[in-house]
C-alpha cells in the first residue's frame, strides 16, 4: 500500500488468472480497475461509470447517478468468487432499434442500455450489477448479448424486483431448472458456439446452474419477459464473469 499526493493505492495480484486488481482512493472516490489499458470501473459519491479505454481515449460506455457510496447490498456475497457493486441506477441512452436475422428477430426499439462491456479482460470473480428500472408498459423485455470468440461469459442471479416488494418477478433466473424455461436465445448473425444452460457448481454465482456463453464470431441475444406496472420502479440485478478471451463484448439492454 501506498500514499502519494492524498491518493492510497493498493494491488491485488490472482495468480490463477495472471491478473492485476488496482484499488486507490481519495475522500471522495474509490476505483477499482483491471489493468491500465482495460475496463475499469469508478464509483464516487454521484455517479457510477464503466469505462474503457481504446487507443489512448477514454469513452463512457454506461453512466448512471446512485444516492449513495458503496451502500449495502441487498444480497449476500459470501463466495470468494463473488463480488457486488451496489449500485440504484437508471440511464437514458437508447439502444439499436430491431436485429434481424434468419432465424429470429430482436426487437430494442424502446430498449435503453443498461451495461456495455467491451474487451474487457478476464475478471475471475462473478461481479453484481444494479438497476433502477421504471416501466413503460404492463410487460417488460430483458435482454442480454453475448459475444466472446476464445473464452466465455457467465451469467447467473438474474433479478427483477418491485421497489416495496420481496417478490421475484424473473422465473429461472438462476437457472436452477437446468435449462432455459422462460429465456429465449436468438442468433441472428449464426455465430458459433453460442450460449447454453451449464450444469457446473464450481463456477456458478449460487446453485449449480449458470447460463455459459461464448459465442463465436457475431453476438447471440439472450432474453426473458416479465410482468411489470407502468411507472412502478423496479431493481434488475445479475451476475456477470468473464474469461476475456479476444474480441469480445457484453450489453445488457431494458424495455418494453
Known amino acids: 500500500m501506498i500514499k502519494s499526493n492524498g491518493l492510497i493505492f493498493t494491488l491485488n495480484y490472482f495468480q490463477t488468472n495472471q ?32 469505462i474503457t479505454v481504446q487507443s489512448n481515449k477514454l469513452t463512457t460506455l454506461s453512466e448512471t447517478s446512485t444516492s449513495s457510496l458503496l451502500s449495502s447490498s441487498s444480497r449476500s456475497t459470501s463466495s470468494s468468487r463473488s463480488t457486488s457493486l451496489p449500485t440504484s441506477s437508471s440511464t437514458s441512452r437508447t ?15 424502446n430498449a435503453i442500455t443498461l451495461l456495455s462491456l467491451v474487451n474487457v479482460v478476464s475478471s475471475g470473480i ?32 438474474v433479478s427483477a424486483i418491485q421497489t416495496g416488494s420481496s417478490t421475484q418477478l424473473i422465473n429461472n ?46 453476438a447471440d441475444f439472450l432474453y426473458t419477459d416479465f410482468s411489470t406496472i407502468k411507472g412502478f420502479i423496479y431493481t434488475i440485478s445479475f451476475y456477470l464473469k468473464s474469461n476475456g478471451g479476444m474480441p469480445n463484448n457484453g450489453r445488457v439492454y431494458i424495455g418494453s
Open 19 to 50: 491478473t492485476c486488481q488496482l484499488f486507490y482512493y481519495n475522500n471522495n472516490s474509490i476505483i477499482i480497475e483491471f489493468y491500465s489499458n482495460s475496463t475499469f470501473i469508478f464509483i464516487n459519491q454521484s455517479k457510477l461509470s464503466i
Open 173 to 218: 433466473g438462476d437457472f436452477s431448472f437446468g435449462d432455459n424455461t422462460n429465456w429465449f436465445l436468438c442468433n441472428p448473425y449464426n455465430a458459433t458456439n453460442i450460449g447454453f444452460v451449464k450444469d457446473d457448481p464450481s463456477n456458478t454465482q449460487s446453485g449449480t446452474y449458470y447460463w455459459y456463453d461464448g459465442s463465436k464470431g457475431a
Open 126 to 157: 462473478y461481479i453484481q450489477y444494479s438497476y433502477n428500472y421504471t416501466a413503460l408498459t404492463n410487460l417488460t423485455r430483458l435482454t442480454f448479448s453475448f459475444r466472446m470468440d476464445s473464452a466465455s461469459w457467465f451469467l447467473d442471479t
Open 95 to 109: 439502444s439499436p432499434a430491431t436485429i434481424t436475422g434468419s432465424n429470429c428477430t430482436i426487437n430494442l426499439t
